[in-house]
């Protein structure tokens, strides 16, 4: 983003590669080569060619220029300056909802998970069981409250292989969504635990489960669960009918779901049992269910063959470590809007923000930490 406004700022004009890692970088001691990927990216993000150009211009040994019209938003209208009463970093603590606006750097992980999450819609026989696997701190909470939820409650179209069959799925709109970190839940059992989950869920403000408690929910999920799921599904019909191409769906999300897999606290009986629910509940064609486990209990997964189907029907998703832009991304962006700015290193003679991104991109699992050093600096 820094590159494209800089470009940007003067439009028709060629501004060289040194310019740019000066203006963005703060330092031409890296070479050519971060301006060039980058130019890199914009083309492929664009749309655009380096061939037959229509936003960006190479002129060869000379630099960079914008060809297109160019027109910035009026004062105000901006991201800029959208967060102003707290910090902007999160420190330890995941994202959640309210901090929507300022999760960047996992827009390629959000559009990835959506995209696994229609491709199960789309199936003709679908169990929409989801598991979101990464080493900890990785940031799959994060993930799914600041990235996904907020994008499927106002979703725009996705274009994806299968919705070009027709009749196909083409978007995904969330109705409602609860969720729990099982970790925990203390002396609940999972089955009380899960019922409170789903007391969560509403149509136009009405209750999906009325008249139900935890403990009742529990005991009707486990005598029998064919009245809830009749629920579910019923709370689901009209919305159906009104909009055909847009899937609507309650959805579950259960963080650290590698707690079932506890011996201490979970019998092999009560795990089983809760799996069994989880995939009749995920059967319904009304509730998308999403797990986010920790990658190091696959073994435990493997060994269990409601979660391995998933797998087999892509419904695993695999959270990759953030790439250099997406950590610059993490960086500056939250910092732009809380008009925050980096102060100047004068030990390594660099801005400081380029000097996070470079001691980050060499750990790019360190995200907690980076998290916590950006909101400690906030806290000077």
């Known amino acids: 983003m820094d590159v494209l406004v800089a470009l940007c700022k003067v439009p028709n004009t060629i501004v060289s590669a040194e310019a740019l890692l000066e203006q963005c970088w703060g330092s031409t001691l890296y070479g050519d080569n971060p301006a060039h990927k980058v130019i890199t990216q914009l083309r492929r993000l664009l749309g655009d060619q380096a061939s037959n150009p229509s936003f960006i211009e190479t002129i060869r040994k000379r630099g960079y220029r914008v060809i297109a019209s160019v027109e910035f938003d009026a004062p105000g209208t ?45 199936l003709p026989d679908p ?33 994806l292989a299968a919705s070009e069959q027709a009749g196909a799925i083409s978007s995904l709109q969330l109705l409602s969504h609860s969720g729990f970190d099982l970790a925990e839940k203390g002396e609940h059992s999972l089955l009380n635990t899960l019922s409170g989950m789903l007391l969560d869920l509403e149509v136009a403000q009405h209750p999906v489960f009325p008249g139900y408690s935890a403990n009742s929910l529990a005991q009707q999920l486990q005598q029998d669960p064919a009245p809830v799921l009749a629920l579910l599904q019923d709370s689901l019909r009209h919305q159906v009918a009104a909009a055909p191409q847009i899937a609507q769906r309650h959805v579950l999300f259960i963080d650290r779901f590698e707690a079932v897999f506890d011996e201490k606290t979970v019998s092999q009986a009560e795990h089983l049992q809760f799996l069994t629910i989880l995939e009749q509940l995920a059967s319904t064609r009304a509730l998308l269910i999403l797990l986010a486990c920790r990658n190091d209990f696959y073994p435990y997964i493997a060994a269990n063959p409601v979660l391995m189907a998933g797998k087999a029907r892509g419904a695993h998703f695999d959270l990759a470590p953030p790439s250099q832009a997406e950590i610059a991304q993490m960086i500056r962006l939250p910092a732009l809007a809380a008009r925050l700015t980096f102060g100047f290193d004068e030990s390594s003679q660099m801005q400081l923000d380029a000097l996070l991104c470079q001691s980050a991109n060499g750990s790019p699992d360190a995200l907690p930490l980076l998290q916590y050093t950006l909101s400690e600096l906030y806290r000077l």
């Open 78 to 122: 901006s991201q800029e300056g959208t967060w102003l009463e707290e910090s902007p970093f999160r420190g330890l603590q995941a994202f959640d909802e309210k901090h929507a606006k300022i999760f960047f750097g996992r827009n390629d992980a959000v559009f990835g998970l959506t995209k696994v999450l229609l491709a199960q819609i789309n």
């Open 127 to 159: 169990v929409e069981l989801i598991m979101i696997l990464g080493p900890s701190g990785s940031g799959k909470t994060s993930l799914v409250q600041a990235g996904l939820l907020p994008t499927l409650i106002n979703p725009a179209p996705r274009a």
